[in-house]
């Protein structure tokens, strides 16, 4: 699934981020770069022990809370802490990597499984170039830059990199998640089963035929399910 779900976070949100953001020190990207992904990583990011990281990642994770799209789609069962990057200057690109199967989160030490990566854009468009999200899909990359406060959903099991940023600072929020739904052919189907149902209710309402679809979803989430 590549799913780009747009407005995640409203105009005073973005705001806050962005101000939170110019206030911060940076550090270097490969502070959470395995092996591999250390060697192309030229970014910087947002200490996890920096005093906004909390106030930021709270910000994202109560946004995604309440965003009915974001979790039919990935029904999270765990998320990473956000983290924070910026790409601007001489540490502007991150070229092809994979995301490690498996993390510890910071704040608990739990470990999850990634199953699913976001991007939460926190940039305006038109204030820089390049720093493309680009998302290998077998055949050709897939080019991904959205306008800011809109997430790109995607597996954590593509590689994928970031086009080198030309001019200006591009800023993001990034993390990772284990959904309860482990396979994906089985989240697609429950993603597109829902979004269907919502689209027959809002034609013709709550009758027999969405009663006995609603009531096929949540079975197949009884029986896929794991929490």
């Keep these: 699934m590549l799913l780009h779900i747009p407005a995640v976070l409203d105009p005073a949100e973005l705001t806050l981020c962005t101000q939170l953001l110019q206030d911060a020190s940076w550090a270097d990207g490969r502070i959470t770069a395995g092996t591999q992904s250390a060697q192309v990583k030229n970014n910087q990011q947002l200490a996890v022990d920096n005093p906004a990281a909390a106030t930021l990642g709270n910000l994202v994770l109560n946004a995604l809370s309440k965003n009915a ?22 540490n502007n690109a991150f070229g092809n990597h994979v995301d490690n199967a498996i993390r510890a989160s910071t704040d608990n030490a739990q470990y999850i499984r990634t199953d699913l990566s976001f991007t939460l854009f926190l940039s305006e468009l038109d204030s820089y170039d390049g720093g493309e999200l680009i998302i290998e899909d077998g055949y ?8 800011a406060g809109d997430l790109i959903l995607y597996p954590s099991s593509s590689i994928h990199r970031v086009a080198p940023v030309t001019r200006g600072t591009r800023l993001a ?12 052919e089985h989240r697609d189907l429950l993603f597109n089963l ?4 919502l689209t027959l209710r809002h034609q013709h309402g709550d009758n027999e035929a969405t009663l006995r679809l609603t009531n096929c979803y949540h079975n197949l989430m009884r029986m896929w399910a794991d929490v």
Excluded: V
């Excluded at 929020?173 to 994906?184: H, Q, V, Y």
């Design 69 to 90: 799209q974001f979790f039919t789609a990935a029904l999270p069962k765990r998320i990473h802490p956000p983290l924070f990057n910026r790409y601007h200057g001489i």
């Design 173 to 184: 929020c990034f993390s990772w998640l284990e959904s309860m739904i482990r396979a994906p």
């Design 140 to 147: 050709t990359g897939r080019a991904i830059k959205l306008p």
């Design 194 to 197: 829902d979004m269907s149902i």
